[in-house]
């Protein structure tokens, strides 16, 4: 203690004052320069990436089983969902079939990166997660898997009555098939979204010789680029 000086009189908080006004100021004044030459777009990246790789890890969890969505729902639940809810949710798609672009009508759902890419890829359990998730839409549409030797998905003994609900011109769910067929390619059933692509494709065919064909040709170009194959089988 300063002699004269009173921890309690006023001179002392005046000066306490005044110095944590100084060290205040000193250190907001070093990094402001540094800020303001950031050009704003950079900053802007740069959050993007790193908002993307949360989003990266999250999905990942997401499947593996660890971590639900945005709304509380884990994957398993989602895949024991009956069709009707399924179809009426529009929210769960873009989880369970993630991407590396936004999606226009769920901008928060995660986002695919190089790593979680590779990760879905290399890890099993992961790769069954998407399996799994793939087998459970093929019923909602009505297909089923056959081995013959090889893969084929063809229509089901219900695919009458399950086609109701997306067998029809600018119908949602055509933009989830073509997710499914992008998403699958991308993580790894290279074989399946192949699979599912041809049967599709039959689909096609016999809808578009129909006076108002449920399937369009927009439509089905969306599938084929989705599924990677560059002109018609």
Sequence with gaps: MLYGIRLTGPETYVAVGLLLTGVARLASSIPAPRAAKVDPMVGRRYQQMREQRAGAFS???????????????????????????????HDFIQWMFPLAETSAFHPQAPLLDAVAIAAFRSRPDLHRSVQTSFLRMLAFFGFQPRF???????PGP???????????AGNHNHLRISRILKSSRLLGLEKES?????????TYQTERVKP???I????????????????SP
């Design 158 to 168: 219900d695919f009458t009555i399950k086609s109701q609900h997306w067998l029809s």
């Design 148 to 154: 013959d030797p090889q893969l084929v998905i063809e």
């Design 59 to 89: 999905i990942i969890g997401f499947h593996s089983g660890k971590t639900p969505d945005h709304r509380g729902r884990y994957l398993r639940e989602i895949q024991q969902w009956p069709d009707e809810r399924l179809e009426s949710t």
């Design 212 to 214: 108002d064909p449920a």
């Design 194 to 202: 192949g699979a599912l692509f041809h049967c599709l494709a039959g």
């Design 216 to 231: 369009t040709r927009e439509t089905f170009a969306f599938w084929r680029a989705a599924a990677g194959r560059s002109h």
